[in-house]
């Protein structure tokens, strides 16, 4: 069975040009969630996706980040314009609950903002 | 905020069982407690998790104390492949996000 894949593995990008992350969950998993690590910081959570749904993105930094998951498959996390700030390693993980249930995640997109 | 205290390093000898330590303190009855590790330049990956009993599986053993303010992660037979940063987190029941501390970064020393 394929794990989660996310692409590109690396982006980097000058400042206010926008970026589009691309994650693909292990399938059957309604469940996808977004982390991301900026330099020096902990892994913080950004926001959850049940189906196609948002759940919760309590966590998402401001309105300059937009997830979408159309169908309910893959989906897509841009950063328009992006900032220097927003450089760092972006996680993407797939659960089939969403409650209880280990979480797999994908080996992350390496962002880096000049 | 990270509910969970674990020390920033350790070193354990290949072949030796490492011991990873957990505090968690504030813990609630419905809240399970979960490792990751994240190996250099991939993502977390799961190893094991428990509520209130001693979990083992083909990875690792979790022992929590009885009071269940802490637990332990137990790697039986370390290996290079074992360095990496371990992640002790406190889940709610119910709830789907977690919330990493800082981690306890393991070297395996040959």
């Known amino acids: 069975e394929a794990g989660v894949t996310q692409f590109p593995s690396h982006s980097v990008i000058e400042k206010g040009q926008t970026v589009t992350l691309r994650c693909d969950p292990i399938?059957?998993?309604?469940?996808l969630y977004w982390y991301r690590r900026v330099m020096g910081k902990e892994i913080k959570f950004l926001l959850h996706?049940?189906?196609?749904?948002?759940?919760?993105e309590s966590g998402m930094p401001n309105n300059r980040f937009l997830a979408e998951r159309t169908g309910g498959t893959y989906s897509t996390l841009k950063v328009q314009p992006a900032e220097l700030e927003d450089s760092g390693v972006y996680f993407c993980?797939?659960?089939?609950?969403?409650?209880?249930?280990?979480?797999?995640f994908g080996s992350g997109t390496q962002l880096s903002v000049l | 905020d990270a509910k969970t205290t674990q020390p920033p390093s350790m070193d354990c000898a290949e072949g030796r069982a490492a011991n990873l330590p957990c505090n968690h303190s504030?813990?609630?009855?419905?809240?399970?407690v979960y490792w990751y590790r994240q190996i250099h330049s991939q993502g977390p990956q799961y190893i094991i998790h428990?509520?209130?009993n001693n979990e083992t599986n083909e990875m690792a053993s979790l022992i929590i104390t009885e009071d269940r303010k802490s637990s332990t992660l137990i790697l039986p037979h370390a290996t290079l492949r074992d360095t990496a940063v371990y992640y002790c987190?406190?889940?709610?029941?119910?709830?789907?996000?977690?919330?990493f501390g800082t981690g306890t970064r393991l070297k395996v020393l040959a």
């Open positions: 987190i406190v889940r709610v029941t119910g709830a789907y996000k977690y919330i």
């Open positions: 504030t813990i609630s009855g419905n809240e399970y």
């Open positions: 993980a797939s659960s089939r609950a969403a409650t209880n249930e280990k979480l797999f």
């Open positions: 428990g509520l209130k």
């Open positions: 996706f049940v189906k196609e749904s948002k759940q919760d």
């Open positions: 399938s059957g998993h309604d469940n």
